[in-house]
């Protein structure tokens, strides 16, 4: 997704878990998944139909905690799904259900390429509303060297912090994979694009970008999606 140089790489990708990591995990089991999809530009109304019945099939599983379906401004043929379960139980409880299998096995002839499922625990998570209608999501990564993951989350904690309260945000979550533990992803849910661009120019939000732009030495991967 993003460019870097050949040492970075070696150095995000490395499976890093702290004990601040393992000890969120243990604290808090919801297991977060990002998935990203790729259709064929020719099946994207089709992948999405496809996605909302899964959402709607799925909510009404024991131990869902939220299931959204995001459809990418542009180009318009990725989507992302959001799921959040109680547990990894009620995740693979979820990933073995016949309908799940069923609609995996649908969607692949309709995509570009496989499915991208990031298993994900909590970071910094807030009680969200349900997606208004109209809102805009902008789902971004964060992905840090292993040997300053730490040293970068009180910079995540103070930018949701103060995120949450600037007029129109109605979501800040941050969540980190399992298996890499120095990869974040970072969701925001905002009334309209009006109040996301608002944000964007404010002072800790830039304050943010100053601290982690030296560290990553890449460009902020920020992608906007409506829900569907």
């Known amino acids: 997704m993003r460019l ?16 601040s990591a393992r000890a969120q995990e243990a604290a808090d089991p ?103 209608r109209g809102a805009v999501t902008v789902v971004t990564h964060v992905d840090v060297p292993g040997n300053v993951r730490d040293k970068v989350l009180p910079a995540l904690k103070t930018l949701a912090e103060a995120s949450r309260k600037d007029a129109g945000n109605l979501r800040f979550d941050v969540v980190h994979q399992k298996g890499r533990t120095n990869h974040f992803t970072v969701v925001e849910v905002w009334k309209d694009q009006k109040s996301n661009d608002t944000h964007e120019l404010a002072a800790h939000t830039r304050e943010f970008r100053g601290q982690l732009t030296p560290i990553t030495g890449a460009l902020y991967d920020q992608r906007w999606y409506r829900a569907l």
């Open 4 to 19: 870097f140089n050949w040492a970075m790489l070696a150095m995000a990708t490395i499976p890093f878990a702290s004990p």
């Open 30 to 132: 919801t297991v977060h998944v990002v998935s990203y999809i790729d259709a064929a530009f020719t099946a994207k109304a089709e992948v999405a139909r496809l996605l909302r019945q899964l959402a709607e099939a799925s909510r009404k599983e024991p131990g869902n905690v939220r299931f959204e379906v995001l459809q990418r401004t542009a180009p318009s043929n990725q989507f992302v799904v959001l799921e959040a379960w109680k547990d990894q139980q009620a995740f693979d409880t979820h990933t073995g259900a016949a309908n799940t299998k069923q609609s995996r096995e649908k969607l692949a002839p309709l995509l570009i390429s496989p499915v991208d499922d990031r298993l994900n625990i909590t970071t910094y998570v807030a009680t969200p509303p349900a997606l208004a």
